[in-house]
């Protein structure tokens, strides 16, 4: 039985961050609960909270950097990662421990906004992340 608690969220690219908030603040009451001004290692983002624990992580990057017709299925879309979620901080470490004995190329646990996050690479070098709520 899996011990995962479902997906935290999924993580999209845009060339244009403002209307895509926007657009989900409009359509679906979102509600914007992190933002994180571009550095030098990484692009603007936006967490958009979509309810029912459910969220969308939105990078804002130049149109050339996404790759794929988005309108063609089989396409490679603007889907970055995706996060799996965990029930508490001490899950999301025992799962960082259970990854290191695999082997996995693995970050640090890090706070994002409402949610302690973990980011790795399965074996095909896919980036993937763990999160739990925080607090």
Same mark, same amino acid.
């Given at each position: 039985?899996?011990?995962?608690?479902?997906?935290? /969220?999924?993580?999209?690219?845009?060339?244009?961050?403002?209307?895509? %908030?926007?657009?989900?603040?409009?359509?679906f009451g979102a509600e914007t609960t992190f933002e994180m001004a571009a550095r030098e290692d990484h692009p603007r983002m936006v967490i958009i909270d979509l309810g029912g624990g459910s969220a969308l992580n939105v990078f804002e %990057?130049?149109?050339?950097?996404?790759v794929g017709d988005r309108r063609r299925q089989g396409g490679r879309g603007p889907i970055d990662h995706?996060?799996?979620? %965990?029930?508490?901080?001490?899950?999301?470490?025992?799962?960082?421990?259970?990854?290191?004995?695999?082997?996995?190329d693995i970050g640090e646990i890090q706070r994002l906004g409402s949610e302690w996050?973990?980011?790795f690479r399965d074996p095909?070098?896919?980036?993937?992340?763990v999160?739990? /709520?925080?607090g």
């Open positions: 039985m899996p011990f995962t608690t479902g997906l935290n /969220h999924i993580a999209t690219m845009t060339a244009d961050l403002d209307r895509l %908030v926007k657009f989900y603040i409009d359509a %990057v130049s149109a050339e950097d996404i995706f996060g799996l979620a %965990v029930d508490s901080l001490a899950s999301l470490e025992a799962t960082r421990d259970r990854l290191r004995e695999l082997g996995a996050s973990l980011f095909d070098g896919m980036e993937l992340e999160c739990c /709520h925080a």
